[in-house]
């Protein structure tokens, strides 16, 4: 039964649609069996419009609609990808298509429960899952002592946990399983499951697919064992078994790594690798091998490991040599620039130049690859050392390079009485190194802390071993040194409080396609800049792998300085909200971090303007919504990096990295996976048409390369409520 | 608007120069009465001393500049928050002269018409021996044809670098009412460029 709200919207369709254009309300039976809705006209039918005395609108009603069909159409719009979903998961699994098995995979990815459970297995669930709902709050699941026959996720809602005498002993909530152990000890209920709440929404799946499923599991795995103990376990893949309908691959395809040694992951990747397709056409668990090694084996291991295969397998075949080569060459390709920071990688690369060049003279077949490897590993030769610096901003007018962590950058830090010093350190200056350079400077022999001010006067003391930590600063926060008796003595500088004014003036000056284009275009910059290596660091903790992610930390503090420069600047002058309008459209990162930012406003002047975006941005669901849009897109994309970053967080904070001290390389393609949405945001080059062409706009470059902005939370509150007084 | 009735102030001297001249160790001379011969590149350090000028607490800021670095935003930053200027050379390096000529046009430039204390040094008065700067030429050109003072110092002997802090404060107008400066080319307004009222909240914003 439709709710109220729903029922209420289709009256307004309708009678907007009988107001304006009574042609489109059709009875479309005959076309529907042969071309389902793929011919080119829109037609609507009602409910109402099947009984024969249908009343048609009165000049009253139509009135009405035409006032609220903006609000209908963005109810609509907003509950459709919920009730595509749910249309989906109603069918009989028989009758779902690849696509919507494609549908509810993706759906399932995002789910707690299923996190732990590989991408094979989630796929056989997509075309078992049943949807199940339930409107009262009350409404028992099951009765303890009754027979398990299903498995349920929470999908909306929430559930009450009770037991014979103990009365409800927890609550589970969306994301959350229940009644797996009835099912995998044939046991009856140990619990009986009550509604908490109306309306709850649930994917079940039966028993005889749940123990299908998870039998087939282990059937599917196959376990490599060396002196009794598991080396490598591989499992049987879904997807590799359609696509091997060409017969020429090889029956080993049909297996993907779960997990593995290091070092017999490698030699199987090495194995298994194929020479005959090309080069440019990469292997996919190849690829994730090579952008993740550096979490379970780093380089250190890897050079000395390949090269030992190399020359020992030199002996037996031409093959494996050849394949050994073309995981460097990927390897070296994933890696790119910051091979240069290491000069044992140099090194190691310069070797297996030299031994391939040796042996092409021998075998010929080998020589087109001699010269592949050549032209990686020249451009390495060029040492640079870059000088940077931030605090000025003249030189952000340039194009913006990737930072690499032998670079050199000056930062000011300051002393409790509000003087300071430049300093000159590497980009991956360890904070004790930081601490010597500005001891030096003062002359100091005392015991230094290097403490992060923010402008609301926090202080977060750095410890002595954190790297590069300039980059982690808040956007007004400043590098304080000082003793550790002075800590408490430590003010903000009064530049830290950020502008006093808005920048309507000049902004006004300002066309927003203009403003909209370079605020763009910076984005891409800083996008450009991070290595997908950074991403992986971040999130395994770059202490733990001891690299810096300069690049990344960048970009990342764009979306805070963009969020707060909004919000400074609609405190300080409100009119300024009539600019917004027309220019958030053109670049989804900025749309969705004004949104992000109205709603954090206390204000209900906005609302109706941020409504779509507040569709858009909608979290429910893991930001479904979002990820929904953004999967229509074209690169070039700036994604919206914190959600990735949350969802390799979520990845990495859930699943192992080790299991039985095997490494779980499940996690690893996941999160190579999100990785490579970042490398198809990037696929294509960033070359936006300049509203006007003609003109370069220096000053509208410089001001959104440095925006001034509040950002001590309480200044703004206080400003925010003084634009809006709040209401008793 | 008298000194007086603040009862506190704040005034900001600036050293600039070529690379190795001798800003820091004239500076650190005079802050710590230390001197070292090894040369270290400056990035730019601020240094804070307060002093009680007749009950007056007068904050003498004082930055050091850079002259290896080639920062003409930072640059020209610090020239525009600065009271008095201090622009030094070495007196056994003629190109570094050169360097304070250029470089006093560039104050005059950002500082406009306004009254602009400046005192050339040449340091390094020490190294007679090697000297290839008359001092009779630089202070002909500079007391008359520029109208700023000039004075010789050696932060290595420590001579004469009191007197280069005396006179850059002098003509930065802090004292000067208490003991008439040599000089009193002074605008009618006394400055205190580095004094802003704090803004008023209410009024922050243009339109409302």
């Not at chain 1, 601490?435 to 977060?460: P, R």
């Not at chain 1, 810096?548 to 002058?573: A, G």
Request: net charge negative; aromatic share 8%; proline share 4%.
């Amino acid at each position: 039964v439709p709710s109220e709200k729903i029922l209420r919207a289709g009256k307004i369709l309708r009678n907007a649609i009988l107001s304006r254009a009574p042609h489109m309300i059709r009875d479309r039976k005959y076309h529907l069996k042969t071309y389902r809705f793929q011919d080119k006209y829109l037609f609507y039918r009602f409910l109402d419009d099947e009984q024969e005395d249908a009343p048609l609108p009165s000049e009253e009603e139509k009135q009405e609609s035409q006032e609220e069909l903006q609000d209908t159409l963005l109810l609509l719009s907003q509950i459709g990808p919920d009730a595509h979903m749910r249309m989906i998961l109603r069918k009989h699994p028989s009758e779902r298509t690849a696509d919507d098995l494609e549908i509810i995979y993706e759906e399932l990815l995002h789910i707690k429960a299923l996190s732990h459970l590989s991408t094979t297995v989630k796929r056989e669930l997509a075309g078992v899952l049943i949807f199940e709902s339930h409107a009262k709050a009350g409404t028992v699941l099951f009765n303890q002592g009754e027979e398990g026959t299903s498995w349920y996720i929470i999908l909306k809602g929430s559930v009450n946990v009770v037991i014979y005498g103990k009365g409800v002993v927890c609550t589970l909530h969306e994301g959350d399983d229940f009644g797996k152990l009835a099912l995998v000890n044939d046991a009856p209920r140990a619990a009986s499951i009550v509604l908490r709440e109306d309306n709850c929404h649930f994917l079940r799946v039966d028993k005889e697919d749940f123990n299908r499923i998870l039998r087939d599991v282990e059937a599917n795995t196959v376990r490599l064992k060396e002196h009794g103990q598991d080396v490598l376990v591989l499992e049987k893949s879904l997807s590799s078994c359609r696509t091997s309908v060409q017969g020429a691959s090889s029956s080993h395809y049909k297996y993907k790594v779960m997990s593995g040694t290091p070092e017999k992951i490698l030699e199987h990747l090495l194995e298994m690798m194929r020479l005959d397709s090309q080069f440019t056409e990469s292997d996919s668990a190849l690829d994730d091998f090579v952008l993740m090694h550096c979490v379970f084996i780093p380089n250190s291991q890897l050079c000395p490991a390949l090269q030992g295969t190399e020359q020992e397998k030199l002996d037996y075949t031409l093959n494996n040599k050849r394949r050994v080569i073309r995981l460097v060459m990927q390897w070296a390709a994933v890696h790119g620039e910051h091979l240069q920071e290491d000069d044992n990688l140099v090194a190691f690369l310069q070797e297996i130049v030299m031994a391939v060049s040796n042996d092409a003279k021998a075998i010929p077949a080998i020589r087109d690859q001699v010269t592949e490897l050549e032209r990686i590993i020249f451009p390495l030769s060029q040492h640079k050392v870059l000088l940077r610096h931030f605090t000025i901003g003249e030189e952000k007018l340039q194009k913006r390079q990737p930072i690499k962590s032998y670079d050199e950058i000056l930062f000011k830090v300051y002393c409790s009485d509000h003087t300071y010093t430049t300093i000159r350190v590497p980009i991956a200056a360890t904070v004790r190194e930081v601490i010597d350079a500005v001891a030096d400077k003062l002359g100091s022999t005392e015991d230094l802390l290097l403490v992060h001010l923010t402008s609301a006067g926090e202080k977060v003391i750095f410890k002595p071993n954190d790297v590069s930590v300039f980059s982690t600063l808040s956007i007004n926060g400043r590098l304080f040194v000082c003793r550790s008796d002075q800590l408490d003595s430590l003010t903000p500088l009064p530049e830290q409080e950020g502008p006093y004014s808005g920048s309507l003036a000049s902004f006004e000056l300002m066309s927003s396609k203009d403003v909209a284009y370079h605020m763009t275009s910076y984005d891409w910059e800083l996008f450009h800049c991070v290595h997908e290596l950074e991403l992986i660091y971040h999130t395994f903790g770059r202490q733990n792998v001891k690299k810096t992610t300069v690049n990344l930390d960048l970009f990342l503090r764009r979306f805070n300085e963009i969020q707060l420069w909004v919000i400074s600047e609609i405190c300080m002058c409100s009119q300024l909200i009539d600019h917004w309008c027309c220019f958030h459209i053109h670049s989804t990162s900025v749309g969705v971090l004004l949104c992000l930012t109205f709603s954090c406003l206390s204000s209900n002047k906005f609302k109706k303007f941020y409504s779509e975006f507040e569709n858009l941005m909608d979290p429910s669901r893991n930001h479904r919504a979002y990820r929904l849009t953004v999967a229509k897109l074209e690169p070039p994309i700036i994604p919206f990096m914190p959600l990735l970053i949350k969802d390799m967080t979520f990845t990495h904070e859930g699943n192992k990295t080790f299991i039985d001290n095997l490494v779980n390389f499940e996690k690893m393609r996941m999160i190579a996976n999100t990785v490579k949405i970042v490398r198809y945001c990037r696929s294509q080059p960033f070359n936006p048409v300049s509203p006007l062409a003609s003109k370069s706009h220096p000053e509208v470059q410089s001001y959104v390369r440095q925006l001034n902005v509040i950002d001590n939370q309480r200044t703004l509150t206080q400003l925010s409520h003084g634009l809006e007084p709040r209401r008793s | 608007m008298s000194l007086e009735v603040k009862g506190k102030t704040q005034v900001r001297l600036v050293f600039l120069g070529a690379a190795g001249v001798g800003k820091t160790a004239l500076i650190l001379r005079f802050l710590q009465d230390t001197f070292e011969p090894k040369h270290r590149r400056t990035v730019e350090e601020l240094h804070s001393k307060e002093y009680d000028i007749d009950g007056v607490k007068v904050t003498v800021e004082i930055l050091d500049t850079s002259g290896s670095y080639s920062f003409p935003a930072m640059r020209k930053l610090s020239i525009q928050n600065s009271d008095a200027f201090a622009l030094v050379y070495a007196v056994d390096d003629p190109e570094s002269l050169e360097a304070v000529k250029s470089l006093r046009d560039e104050i005059l430039e950002i500082k406009e018409d306004k009254y602009t204390p400046i005192v050339v040094v040449g340091n390094k008065a020490d190294r007679e021996e090697a000297r290839q700067v008359s001092s009779e030429d630089v202070l002909s050109t500079v007391e008359l044809d520029w109208n700023n003072s000039y004075l010789e110092a050696s932060a290595k002997e420590n001579a004469n670098v009191v007197e280069v802090f005396k006179e850059l404060l002098q003509q930065a107008n802090l004292p000067s009412r208490l003991s008439p400066a040599l000089r009193r080319r002074r605008e009618t307004f006394p400055k205190d460029t580095n004094f802003r009222p704090p803004m008023n909240k209410t009024n922050s914003c243009i339109l409302s």
